[in-house]
T-cell receptor, first 109, second 114 residues
Framework: RKEVEQDPGPFNVPEGATVAFNCTYSNSASQSFFWYRQDCRKEPKLLMSVYSSGNEDGRFTAQLNRASQYISLLIRDSKLSDSATYLCVLDTGRRALTFGSGTRLQVQP | NAGVTQTPKFRILKIGQSMTLQCTQDMNHNYMYWYRQDPGMGLKLIYYSVGAGITDKGEVPNGYNVSRSTTEDFPLRLELAAPSQTSVYFC?????????????FGEGSRLTVL
């Protein structure tokens, strides 16, 4: 089983829609969780951290469910500029962060 | 504000050739990493370093070597290029392990082996 699993998508949504992605992880010792954003042919960049209590940053909300071992990202009022690949990332306390394969979002006018 | 700089941005190699991907950071970060990203896939850790003079293998180290003689530089060496090494290579740094999850990435080096 992969350490981090994400639906690759693409998720095609109209502007203004609400869209949610899930990510499941297998290592229960995972300590911290993050969402990164990667634009086409660009480097990944940190979008937000994910806390057990939930974390909101403008139109973006991230949540963690430790019991079920998944994290989620909710994007409200989608913009064209939100089109990107969203990477689920874990810190298991080992050598480096572990990256999922990503979920591709395409927001359409 | 340069951050993490990688060179070259693009390179085509023939099978069996060697090359070095350069990575330099000017943020005085102790931790540096090399990842590779194949199309439609996540990033896989090749090598990492926790400080000058200290390097260690990641998930996919075969076919690569690294050195870390200074805090700033972390070059990645491909000794005998193979088509399986066609990928995008990202160098990253962070001030400490975990570091709130924020890795600072270079823009990537796109390598094709023919």
């Amino acid at each position: 089983r992969k350490e981090v699993e994400q639906d690759p998508g693409p998720f095609n949504v109209p502007e203004g829609a609400t869209v949610a992605f899930n990510c499941t992880y297998s290592n229960s010792a995972s300590q911290s969780f993050f969402w990164y954003r990667q634009d086409c042919r660009k480097e990944p960049k940190l979008l937000m951290s994910v806390y057990s209590s939930g974390n909101e940053d403008g139109r973006f909300t991230a949540q963690l469910n430790r019991a079920s071992q998944y994290i989620s990202l909710l994007i409200r009022d989608s913009k064209l500029s939100d089109s990107a690949t969203y990477l689920c990332v874990l810190d298991t306390g080992r050598r480096a962060l572990t990256f999922g394969s990503g979920t591709r979002l395409q927001v359409q006018p | 504000n340069a951050g993490v700089t990688q060179t070259p941005k693009f390179r085509i190699l023939k099978i069996g050739q060697s090359m070095t991907l350069q990575c330099t950071q000017d943020m005085n970060h102790n931790y540096m990493y090399w990842y590779r990203q194949d199309p439609g896939m996540g990033l896989k850790l090749i090598y990492y370093s926790v400080g000058a003079g200290i390097t260690d293998k990641g998930e996919v180290p075969n076919g690569y070597n690294v050195s870390r003689s200074t805090t700033e530089d972390f070059p990645l060496r491909l000794e005998l290029a193979a088509p399986s090494q066609t990928s995008v290579y990202f160098c990253a740094s962070s001030p400490r392990q975990g570091a709130g999850g924020e890795l600072f990435f270079g823009e990537g080096s796109r390598l094709t082996v023919l």
